[in-house]
């Protein structure tokens, strides 16, 4: 039974205004009806395509809906007449449409790629497994299948968003990209293109490309090919815990009559009721695998850990179940690991003395203690030949680094991709992440960085500098022993303000800690040796396998100081508040961006939401614990189109809805 909630319904009471949506106009639209002409424009929309290589007319979708069939090595070059916008001197904001099949997934299939002389790699592909993205953007959870006919929408605006929708409905919110970057489109746009091959043979029946983002709404209304499904699925089944050693395996029933459904596993110190109170585990585990592994970790000693746990089902077009829970709570002992220390060391100085660093809990990696993983095809000759004892600090301003290297050769030269040279990769989330969990590279108020410590200087994404030797810098080789050091203070406003500093989106939020936080971290330690080129990958967490630069989700975790969770009668930023309260926005009506304001009397989670008149939720702008006080959050609706939207905020017990209005 299809069902429309109760939330919604306010939205249109409360409004008492209906809004339809309509297809909105194209800057370029190609339907390839004309045998003759295939790759003429639709009249009034753009420039006609240009081949480059062999292509061949084929029945479309449906009758008197013609389609083209292009292989490898050829490819459409697109004129698109968009000029450049987005905050850059290209074009930064924009959506493209493709109705496509493919018959195999034995190579790769290339949508477009934005270097017009087609010497790079391409980006947007159908990787061999059937899954829609590319690296740096991520993934679909999703494969399509073969022979079938879909909707592909790519919705970009770099700095704000990347975002997959297939038929219809957002099929992957991908890594946000950098204004002027690789995403960024010139004049001309290859389709189906790529340098070395993996543009195997496509079907498409229908390409367009806007001038911006389009809503959720908008995309809908352009149609599917599949039935939309708006069904929520049964709950899993079956829920039970077997504890191991400093483990415990989370097992259940796969849903009946789903298919391509994936799962949520939640977890919890307390009997779970709402899974927004609840701690994630793992997130879109795939169907038939129906078991997840629990790594046990307690703040720098053995301690008995007691759990509740929730699992619950996404089917294929996005819909949730009803959690199963299992509300026996199982108690198992957790593995004791150093911990972030939440005081700098004692007179700190980047000198490559480490001797300050005594008080600080040592994180060892190092193979023989089961704490060090190597990443596949690596060389490894044992504990002498590469392992690593790093330290990590903080205070109210500062992030602490050092790292003792033991290398049996080191080596160093100048390059453009310095990973490949001796050199470690820091992972490192700087928010706390008891409800929090992400599969890609998040910023604003939740920020992931990669930062890259080498002879040279500290850099985050391999490109924006932060530190250079000096007062705050030390990297070079020990006097008597093969290996090298390395200590650095880094300022946490300049973590958040020199990554990218054109970046047009969300700034990351400044941090501060609080002891307690649960942070993500992880190293890939890079080890090259006589040959000049990097040998190892040496990875702390063992889910790594030389992903974690990719994917958070394989980080590991630990915390600030011996503390597991933060005091809950710790105080946060501003005033300490008398109660509850969420502010009207400032200003209203508004263009493109607001600021919200609100009030905790006590550290809560709390979530913050916009949506729209039907209630569809348009942004998440908070989804964490937070401290007692007074908060501030801006809310940008540059890629939302003027209208009425509501804002909710849920911390603990206390709700609240208020209306606000974007003019543009």
Known sequence: ???????????????????????????????????????????????????????????????????????????????????????????????????????????????????????????????????????????????????????????????????????????????????????????????????????????????????????????????????????????????????????????????????????????????????????????????????????????????????????????????????????????????????????????????????????????????????????????????????VIAYLAVDNDNLYFAADVTDDIYSWKQRDDPWMNDAINFYIGLFDSHTTNFSVYKRGATPHYQILFDEEKVTTGYSDSLLFPGTNYFFGQKALTPGYLIEAKISFIDLAQKRNFDYGGDKDSVFHPVEGMKIPIDFSCNDADASGERELVFCYSPYNEDQSWIYPSRWLWTWIGNKMNVDPNGIGEGLVAANYRLEQNYPNPFNPSTKITYSLQNPELVTLKVFDVLGREVSTLINQYQTAGSHTVNFNAANLPSGIYFYKIKAGSFQNIKKLMLLK
């Open 1 to 387: 039974m299809k069902r429309i909630s109760i939330f919604t319904l306010f939205f249109i009471l409360v409004c008492n205004t209906v809004f339809y949506s309509q297809a909105p106009e194209r800057k370029g639209w190609w339907k390839f009806d004309n045998a003759d002409s295939p790759l003429k424009a639709e009249v009034g929309y753009g420039n006609d395509l240009e081949l480059v290589g062999t292509h061949q007319v084929v029945d479309g979708p449906d009758v008197n809906n013609n389609a083209v069939k292009i292989g490898a090595g050829s490819r459409y070059k697109m004129f698109h007449g968009i000029a450049p916008n987005g905050g850059g001197t290209k074009v930064n904001e924009y959506t493209l449409e493709f109705d496509f099949r493919v018959s195999v997934f034995a190579g790769w299939h290339c949508f477009f790629q934005t270097d017009p002389t087609n010497g790079s790699d391409g980006d947007c592909f159908i990787n061999t497994s059937g899954s829609i993205g590319v690296w740096a953007t991520g993934y679909s959870p999703h494969p399509i299948n073969i022979n079938e006919w879909y909707k592909l929408v790519v919705s970009v605006k770099n700095g704000t968003q990347y975002k997959y929708y297939l038929d219809g409905q957002l099929f992957h919110d991908g890594t946000i990209q950098a204004i002027d970057s690789r995403f960024s489109l010139d004049s001309l746009l290859l389709v189906f293109a790529d340098e070395d091959g993996e543009d195997g043979e496509i079907e498409c029946a229908e390409l367009a490309i806007w001038d911006r983002v389009l809503t959720s709404a908008e995309i809908f209304s352009l149609g599917s090919f599949h039935d939309i499904d708006t069904t929520s699925p049964n709950s899993p089944g079956d829920l039970v815990v077997v504890p191991g050693t400093y483990q415990n395996l989370i097992l259940w029933t796969d849903v009946p009559g789903e298919d391509g459904e994936v799962y949520d596993i939640y977890y919890s110190e307390k009997p779970i009721t709402d899974i927004a109170q609840a701690e994630i585990l793992k997130l879109g585990v795939a169907e038939n695998l129906q078991n997840v592994e629990q790594i046990l970790r307690s703040a720098v000693t053995d301690q008995d850990l007691t759990y509740y746990y929730a699992v619950l089902c996404k089917d294929y077009a996005g819909n949730y179940s009803t959690p199963a829970y299992l509300n026996t709570p199982t108690t198992n002992k957790g593995k004791g690991v150093p911990t972030i220390a939440k005081t700098a060391p004692v007179n700190f100085i980047a000198d490559g003395d480490l001797t300050e660093w005594t008080n600080v809990p040592e994180i060892r990696i190092l193979r023989s203690e089961g704490t060090g993983f190597d990443a596949p095809s690596g060389l490894h000759d044992g504990d002498a030949d590469y392992s």
